[in-house]
């Protein structure tokens, strides 16, 4: 069965840096578009950004577009999830999955699956 797992987090000051990793298990990885989500306290899921399979297509949020970056290398089985210039607003935990359907890449979590245990980001000063 694919897994997902997470990685990457922690407390970092506004304006900071961090770089998510989600490291994937299973023969579907490299074949695979990915997504990274995350979901506040108290708030329902969100969509971040995602990755088509050959890396050859992105999407990203229109509130971190400018900040965050998604990359991947299927040789390492690994999705990657650049975040810049930081904001108490970014403060989640993030969790990467696995598009399941569809030749385009898309926001909503329903297309998505393998949901990883997720990491937790905090932004505070």
């Known amino acids: 069965q694919a897994q997902l797992v997470e990685s990457g987090g922690g407390l970092v000051q506004p304006g900071g840096s961090l770089r998510l990793s989600c490291v994937g298990s299973?023969?579907?990885?490299?074949?695979?578009?990915v997504g990274w989500f995350r979901q506040r306290a108290g708030k329902e899921r969100e969509f971040v950004a995602a990755i088509k399979w050959l890396g050859d297509g992105q999407l990203v949020a229109h509130a971190v577009k400018g900040r965050f970056t998604i990359s991947r290398e299927n040789a390492k089985n690994t999705v990657w999830l650049q975040m810049n210039s930081l904001t108490p607003e970014d403060t989640a935990v993030y969790y990467c999955a696995y598009q399941t359907s569809g030749l385009d890449l898309y926001p909503d979590p329903a297309y998505y699956a393998s949901w990883g245990q997720g990491t937790q980001v905090t932004v505070s000063s």
């Open positions: 299973g023969r579907t990885f490299s074949k695979t578009s």
